[in-house]
């Protein structure tokens, strides 16, 4: 186990950074925007590949990162930052994600340049939403074509990403792949596996995991459950680790619950912390997310703990830089 920040070459978190649109209420979001300040806000230094407009949106998303200590030196300026529309009713949340976005724009000259340090990283984070444009594509691909990442992918999926189609062809050489139960139930629909989504015990062995990994290239499959926690699979289709979350004594939403999880369970990764042994970590803080409003919380004193827990150096404070 690593117990020096200065060790831990910066992570690539690569995809949208985005606003949430309520009416006339912006809050800042998007799956590798709120990753990247979680891993700020630990201590550790993430490279965020993205793109963000010089617009209210964007000074919203700007002014977010500098809190959370995220520098956006890697951020490509673009004509405007990604909005997604969030309509309330009675029956829930309804999101409207129009095409033509920031993150469907990522440069890849701009990008490799970014990536091209001497001591640069090893680790690549990416969802799916922002991989929906053959551009962006082309500049993950280009990423990974340069230098051989261990991969972290959220699915993540929405009906406004790419195809299954598409999603199946980014699907491959991925180290670890964390995915919903829904999803996960999705994914194996997709590659006609035949896959109990329920929780499982842990050292159960599930034959469509084993499949499931062999066919992307994982070491691991993380699995969210919800309110029942989340299981960690090895490649061999074993659940190395189940975790049930601690009772959230103020539950106020779910919204980025499953980011939280994300972030805590790369860090740990980062950080060559044991994958069973973190994912009682990621339970717990993607638990104590919902007791906040929102994807991100308003105090970042919350991660010390989670800080001390990881063995993560407390981070140096450095101001924020503009996006190029």
């Not at 590949?49 to 617009?55: E, H, K, L, P, V």
């Not at 976005?101 to 922002?130: K, N």
């Not at 499949?211 to 699995?223: F, H, K, N, P």
Request: aromatic letters at 6%; a negative charge; one cysteine or more.
């Amino acid at each position: 186990m690593r117990s020096e920040k200065a060790s831990v070459a910066a992570p690539i978190v690569f995809g949208e950074a985005l606003v949430d649109v309520f009416g006339e209420l912006l809050k800042p979001g998007g799956a590798p925007f709120n990753v990247a300040c979680h891993l700020a806000a630990l201590g550790l230094t993430p490279l965020l590949i993205t793109g963000i407009g010089n617009d209210d949106a964007g000074h919203l998303l700007r002014e977010t990162a500098g809190r959370f200590g995220l520098s956006l030196q890697a951020a490509q300026l673009a004509p405007r930052s990604a909005r997604v529309e969030v309509h309330e009713g009675t029956d829930g949340h309804r999101f409207s994600i129009p095409t033509d976005q920031a993150f469907d724009r990522i440069d890849a000259r701009e990008a490799l340049q970014a990536a091209a340090v001497e001591d640069g990283p090893r680790w690549l984070y990416f969802g799916t939403l922002a991989l929906r444009q053959s551009t962006t594509r082309s500049t993950l691909a280009a990423l990974r074509a340069r230098r051989r990442y261990r991969t972290f992918v959220d699915l993540n999926w929405r009906e406004a990403g790419p195809s299954p189609e598409v999603i199946l062809e980014l699907l491959q050489d991925i180290d670890v792949l964390k995915v919903s139960d829904a999803e996960l139930d999705q994914l194996c629909g997709w590659l006609a596996l035949s896959q109990s989504s329920s929780p499982p015990v842990a050292g159960e062995q599930r034959s469509a995991v084993a499949a499931l990994c062999q066919r992307v290239g994982a070491r691991y499959l993380l699995v969210s459950h919800g309110a029942e926690g989340a299981a960690a699979w090895d490649a061999a289709g074993y659940c190395i680790a189940r975790e049930r979350p601690p009772r959230v004594p103020v539950l106020r939403d779910t919204v980025g619950a499953g980011d939280a999880f994300s972030a805590l369970m790369f860090a740990g990764l980062l950080m060559e912390q044991p994958v069973a042994s973190t994912l009682g970590q990621a339970v717990a803080f993607a638990s104590l997310s919902c007791s906040w409003r929102g994807a991100l919380p308003e105090v970042t004193g919350l991660y010390d703990p989670w800080r001390i827990r990881l063995a993560i150096d407390a981070p140096t404070p450095s101001p924020d830089l503009p996006a190029r």
